[in-house]
Nanobody, 121 residues
Framework: QVQLVESGGGLVQPGGSLRLSCAAS????????MGWYRQAPGGQRDLVAS???????NYADSVKGRFTISRDNAKNTVYLQVNSLKPEDTAIYYC???????????????WGQGTQVTVST
């Protein structure tokens, strides 16, 4: 069984920072693209940032220059450093990962359970 577990969310004041982590575990053969999405109340789940196995990154325009995605392949973990936070960044942040799993090589995109980020005074 494969799972993704996020951590690092919380309540932060405008202008503050957080570091979100998402660790994959289980019967994993390989991990391709990993990403972070967010969903605000009443909104849809939108891409925030993604990173390929080779390290190429992609960001939503709204977070460019403020958020940084990275990964540690040895730990099967993806990170999202979020700086200069704004109230409109308030959302549940979800990670996902496109993985090839054992024993039969199934390729599937897995999702974490989400971590709440609230930006408020």
């Amino acid at each position: 069984q494969v799972q993704l577990v996020e951590s690092g969310g919380g309540l932060v004041q405008p202008g503050g920072s957080l570091r979100l982590s998402c660790a994959a575990s289980g019967s994993i053969f390989s991990i391709n693209t990993m990403g972070w999405y967010r969903q605000a109340p009443g909104g849809q789940r939108d891409l925030v940032a993604s990173i390929t196995g080779g390290g190429s990154t992609n960001y939503a325009d709204s977070v460019k220059g403020r958020f940084t995605i990275s990964r540690d392949n040895a730990k099967n973990t993806v990170y999202l450093q979020v700086n200069s936070l704004k109230p409109e960044d308030t959302a549940i942040y979800y990670c996902n990962a496109r993985m090839t799993t054992l024993p039969d090589g199934t390729v599937y995109t897995y999702w974490g359970q989400g971590t709440q980020v609230t930006v408020s005074t």
